[in-house]
């Protein structure tokens, strides 16, 4: 059973930079799929945010690209993503996910809080 | 890129059938059978019920099924049951090669 943890800072200060790193375990990122972030304001829907390949090949929501950066460490098994400039609106539970861009994504971590807040 | 429209609620009793719609563009829905179903009971992460507009993955019941006409895809579940309830969302590849979530659909089960 594939299994991704999400870890990082649960509070982070407006206009610095959000860090999330997702374990992967019981798979092999290198093996190949895709991997992405996906958030969810509270009480809201959710949202894509990124998405790699295990080759390092990225895709981006377009209204969020200019901050943010996913990349993958094969040799950690874990992939991470980084969101600068945060405001309040970035506040979330962010969730990494297993996935392709065809078939949608099969296996999630349980998510994190993140709170924008000084 | 702009969300899938969703409708805000649905509603059925037990045993009876309900439909969610989830209407996009010739962008993303319309020109690719890469649409998926997600339910997320409250509190939890969202599940894959259906891949690539029809596919069911290993585990989910059959009672759920999807289709797709035009830029509109549905997801029909049958013989509603308590534990159905929840938020569903659609989500589609598109044109850009991004990915696409609708706004989400709120299940109650009467």
């Not at chain 1, 609106?89 to 296996?107: L, N, Q």
């Not at chain 2, 899938?4 to 009793?13: C, D, F, M």
């Not at chain 2, 059978?33 to 585990?59: C, D, F, H």
Request: glycine share 10%; with cysteine; proline share 6%.
């Amino acid at each position: 059973q594939v299994q991704l943890q999400e870890s990082g800072p649960g509070l982070v200060k407006p206009s610095e930079t959000l860090s999330l790193t997702c374990a992967v375990s019981s798979y092999s990122i290198s093996s190949g799929y895709y991997w992405g972030w996906v958030r969810q304001p509270p009480g809201k829907g959710l949202e894509w945010i990124a998405t790699i390949y295990h080759t390092g090949n990225t895709y981006y929501n377009p209204s969020l690209r200019s901050r943010v950066t996913i990349s993958v460490d094969t040799s950690e098994n874990q992939f991470s993503l980084k969101l600068s400039s945060v405001t309040a609106a970035d506040t979330a539970v962010y969730y990494c996910a297993r996935g392709t861009m065809i078939r949608g994504f099969d296996y999630w971590g349980q998510g994190t809080l993140v709170t924008v807040s000084s | 890129q702009s969300a899938l429209t969703q409708p805000p609620s649905v509603s059925g009793s037990p045993g009876q059938s309900v439909t969610i719609s989830c209407t996009g563009t010739s962008s993303d829905v319309g020109n690719y059978n890469r649409v998926s179903w997600y339910q997320q009971p409250p509190g939890t992460a969202p599940k894959l019920m259906i891949s690539e507009v029809s596919n069911r993955p290993s585990g989910v019941p059959d009672r759920f099924s999807g289709s797709k006409s035009g830029n509109t895809a549905s997801l029909t579940i049958s013989g509603l049951q308590a534990e159905d309830e929840g938020d569903y969302y659609c989500s589609s590849y598109t044109s850009s090669s991004t990915v696409v979530f609708g706004g989400g659909t709120k299940l109650t089960v009467l």
